[in-house]
């Protein structure tokens, strides 16, 4: 199931385990990263809390967490190579996985034809 | 209502958007920050080739005497900027600044000897401030005239054989030369400067014939059009200052480390001693040092230091020191790359402080500027 956030991020939600990353569109509105800042394994979040940083040549964003959970793991391979990011945001370039505290709680978020219409 | 109605915009405009520029409102124009290639790209491409750049949105004054002489121009601007005007030969140009009656900065300017006259170039955001200030100090002895013109800047080590290719004489000037040229039967003023680390040319032109000669300077292979956020990172590795940022009315010149934008003639000692706004306080701390200085900043680990970020004596946050005033990354040497001020006790090269970024204290390193090597041709 793929869902996604006014905020611009996706998940990919298998098993009440959602992979999290941020869509083609923040990442052709952010320009070239050039630093990504992971949350640590076994951190818990509520959902809209600062979870990721990640920085551009010119300024520094916020990454929130969509959901209430707990991040079970994260993708390094961006923190060494952050323009993996900006190649393959909905793929290689995700950010972390998190496991869901109430897995219906994604039935709140935008599918992809109604993020579609927000970014359009 | 749109908000972008009431931005200015430079005789550029129109080619900005054909090119795909994403514009943001910069000092009250409407201003390409990038084009499709992006910041890092067009940073890259200008220190590699050339790029273009926009820069109508500055000042262009000419202040020229009443009496028709140039001496009279030098000495009345000499009254409100610590620099050696009179000296400047004609078709020179320095750097100085406006200061105020504390020894602030007021603005940052280029200067000009150019024929009978001087033609200056100054901030956008302070142009109107900066013309005022100028008539109202030195109206009765100059005539102050702002130039409806465009100015372009053109950067890079391509730069130079991408311009002889229009006009070959340019070969000849050396970096701070300022002449007259036809570029494509358009007169123009061309100075051997920039912003970028780089050797280039800026390049004033008539604003009815500015996009037929940026287009066709855009049409050689070499060339790409660059936007702001490109040029704020590339003066930055350069070690430039921003005004509003990096110099303001609460930095002297010596505090920011501009000593060298001071000649001799108009220090201690010297035959036009003094006699600029807040001259007691910048002979002083010439001659004793300021408590403070202008540093490089180079971040030990990949994030960046932003403008703004608090800089500590101690990895715990307890002896704050100054501010970062410029920061980001450095696509050229590839890491993060900043500037602050500091107490001269921490102002040494190699010195390691702290910057707080985002509740965290990163070690940072006091470095030698630029973070470049520039390759102006002196």
Redesign the interface.
């Not at chain 2, 992006?38 to 790209?41: D, F, L, P, S, T």
């Given at each position: 199931m793929l869902k996604f956030t006014e905020e611009h991020e996706w998940l990919k939600i298998e098993g009440g385990v959602a992979t999290v990353g941020i869509t083609n569109y923040a990442v052709d509105q952010l320009?070239?990263l050039?630093?990504v800042?992971l949350p640590e394994i076994g951190a818990t979040f509520a959902k809209n809390d600062n979870a990721s940083?990640v920085?551009?040549?010119?300024?520094?964003s916020d990454v929130y967490c969509p959901l209430d959970g707990e991040i079970t793991e994260v993708n390094e391979a961006i923190v060494a190579d952050p323009s993996l990011v900006n190649s393959d945001p909905q793929g290689a370039g995700w950010f972390f996985k998190l496991k869901l505290a109430n897995a219906a709680d994604a039935d709140g978020l935008l599918d992809e034809a109604a993020y579609r219409e927000l970014t359009a | 209502m749109d908000d972008t109605a009431a931005l200015k915009k430079t005789p550029l405009h129109a080619l900005h958007l054909s090119l795909g520029a994403r514009m943001v409102p910069f000092a009250g124009y409407d201003m390409p920050?990038?084009y499709p290639a992006?910041?890092?790209?067009e940073?890259l491409q200008t220190r590699q080739a050339a790029g273009v750049f926009d820069v109508s949105h500055m000042g262009q004054v000419i202040v020229k005497a009443k009496s028709g002489k140039y001496e009279d121009a030098a000495l009345a601007l000499e009254s409100l900027v610590p620099v050696d005007i009179l000296g400047l030969a004609e078709g020179r140009q320095r750097y100085g600044f406006f200061t105020d009656d504390n020894g602030g900065i007021l603005d940052d300017l280029m200067i000009t000897h150019l024929d009978d006259h001087l033609f200056v170039v100054v901030n956008a955001a302070c142009k109107e401030e900066d013309v005022a200030h100028m008539q109202k100090h030195i109206g009765d002895r100059c005539d102050i005239t702002v130039l409806d013109r465009a100015l372009i800047a053109l950067q890079g080590p391509r730069a130079v054989d991408v311009l002889a290719e229009l006009w070959a004489d340019v070969a000849a000037m050396k970096f701070m030369d300022v002449r007259h040229c036809r570029l494509h039967d358009v007169s123009c003023l061309v100075s051997r400067s920039g912003y970028s680390g780089e050797d280039g040319f800026e390049i004033s032109i008539p604003a009815d014939k500015a996009e037929d000669v940026t287009k066709r300077l855009l049409e050689h292979p070499d060339v790409e059009a660059i936007g702001l956020?490109?040029r704020?990172?590339l003066r930055l590795e350069a070690g430039l200052c921003l005004y509003g940022n990096d110099i303001d009315t609460t930095t002297t010149p010596v505090e920011a480390a501009l000593e060298w934008g001071m000649q001799k003639a108009r220090k201690t000692g010297g035959v036009r001693a003094g006699g600029f706004p807040g001259a007691g306080r910048i002979l002083s701390e010439l001659d004793n040092g300021a408590t403070r200085r202008r540093v490089g900043l180079k971040p030990d680990g990949?994030?960046?230091v932003?403008g703004h970020a608090k800089l500590y004596a101690d990895a715990e946050g307890k002896t704050e020191l100054g501010e970062v005033t410029s920061g980001?990354?450095g696509?050229s040497v590839e890491g993060?790359v900043a500037m602050g001020y500091v107490p001269l006790s921490h102002a040494a090269a190699g010195t390691v402080i702290f910057a707080e970024v985002?509740g965290k204290y990163l070690p940072v390193t006091v470095s030698a500027l630029p973070f470049i090597t520039p390759t102006y041709k002196r």
């Open positions: 320009g070239d050039v630093f800042e940083t920085e551009s040549v010119k300024a520094a | 920050v990038q992006g910041v890092m790209k940073h956020g490109a704020d990172s990949k994030a960046p932003r980001g990354f696509p993060p985002r």
